[in-house]
């Protein structure tokens, strides 16, 4: 088992910045993926950003030029750098990491982007 936890949601304006993190702990040997997944309220949990274990990254269109991922291997350690943040970026953001064919999730953070 893998355990996620997320930290550094919370309430930003429009424009603003924040950075979320997630610590993976647990049974995380060979551990592949990471990533952020979002869910806005009403709406389907939908891919933001991955990152493998060799540092290839994958963005959502939505956030290309704005998030950026990146991660610590060393600290088993996920992060998404948000700038330029908008209101539709408003959502509960889940950590995610793959290890062979098992996918984990941590237990959300609330992101809130006031206009």
């Known amino acids: 088992q893998v355990q996620l936890v997320e930290s550094g949601g919370g309430l930003v304006q429009a424009g603003g910045s924040l950075k979320l993190s997630c610590a993976a702990s647990?049974?995380?040997?060979?551990?592949?993926?990471m990533g952020w997944y979002r869910q806005a309220l009403g709406k389907q949990r939908e891919l933001v950003a991955t990152?493998?274990?060799?540092?290839?990254?994958n963005y959502a269109d939505s956030v290309k030029g704005r998030f950026t991922i990146s991660r610590d291997n060393a600290k088993n350690t996920v992060y998404l750098q948000m700038n330029s943040l908008k209101p539709e970026d408003t959502a509960v953001y889940y950590c995610?990491?793959?290890?062979?064919?098992?996918?984990?999730w941590g237990q959300g953070t609330q992101v809130t982007v006031s206009s």
């Open positions: 995610m990491c793959s290890k062979r064919v098992y996918v984990y």
């Open positions: 647990g049974s995380i040997i060979s551990i592949n993926a």
């Open positions: 990152i493998t274990s060799g540092g290839t990254t």
